[in-house]
């Protein structure tokens, strides 16, 4: 169990354009979701952290006009690059947390954003 | 505020030799203790983790790691390495009070050689 997955795994995308990534709990509710971006040969950055039901939390310096993100449910969490430009580009992992379970986050597979 | 270290940014090494991964971390308050591996172009999978109780804890693939609170440490070992082993190993902590917001280490790249 504790399966989670991100969707699209590549997605290449014009300036100006918006991007969606999903993230999805399989086998289990998440009523908290994280967003982290990871930059070429560098460590997770979290972006934000995502509550069913509610606003997401930004960390400092992330946009959120830019990074959109929504948690409709307890097994889904979508990210929302709007208006996309090339500093966009870079690779964005979820990680979900099961709900009562304070002590490990689930990690997808991550996302591979080109902006062209 | 939490912090993590992880000293050495790349790691080479000899299939079957051991290895240790440095990881210090800073806080004030108490925290759990994970480490992940990350494969090329993937998510990150947890080798480990260390919530409470024995200091020594016992991961996937052969890998270990010891919390030491005096030296706020919690370096990974392992006593064999494999070529399969080679990926980057990232050191997390979270505060007990922090509902699992992680603060990774910069990283490590493990580099095994045959």
């Known amino acids: 169990g504790a399966v989670v997955s991100q969707h699209p795994s590549r997605v290449i995308c014009k300036s100006g354009t918006s991007v969606k990534i999903e993230c999805r709990s399989l086998?289990?509710?998440?009523?908290?979701m994280f967003w982290y971006r990871q930059f070429p040969k560098q460590s997770l950055m979290l972006m934000a952290t995502s509550n069913e039901g509610s606003k997401a939390t930004y960390e400092q310096g992330v946009e959120k006009d830019k990074f959109l993100i929504n948690h409709a449910s307890l097994t889904l969490s979508t990210l929302t690059v709007t208006s996309a430009h090339p500093e966009d580009s870079s690779f964005y992992i979820c990680?979900?947390?099961?709900?009562?379970?304070?002590?490990?986050?689930?990690f997808g597979q991550g996302t591979r954003l080109t902006v062209v | 505020a939490q912090s993590v270290t992880q000293l050495d940014s790349q790691v080479p090494v000899f299939e079957e030799a051991p290895v240790e991964l440095r990881c210090n971390y800073s806080s004030s308050v108490s925290v759990y203790l994970f480490w992940y591996v990350q494969y090329p172009n993937q998510g990150l999978q947890l080798l480990l983790k260390?919530?409470?109780?024995?200091?020594l804890v016992k991961g996937i693939n052969g890998f270990e790691a010891e919390f030491n609170k005096s030296q706020t440490s919690f370096h990974l070992r392992k006593p064999s390495v494999h070529i399969s082993d080679t990926a980057e190993y990232f050191c997390a902590v979270s505060e007990r009070n922090a509902g699992n917001m992680l603060t990774f280490g910069g990283g490590t790249r493990l580099m095994v050689k045959p």
């Open positions: 260390y919530l409470s109780g024995s200091t």
């Open positions: 990680s979900a947390r099961k709900t009562g379970y304070v002590t490990e986050a689930f």
């Open positions: 086998d289990f509710q998440a009523t908290t």
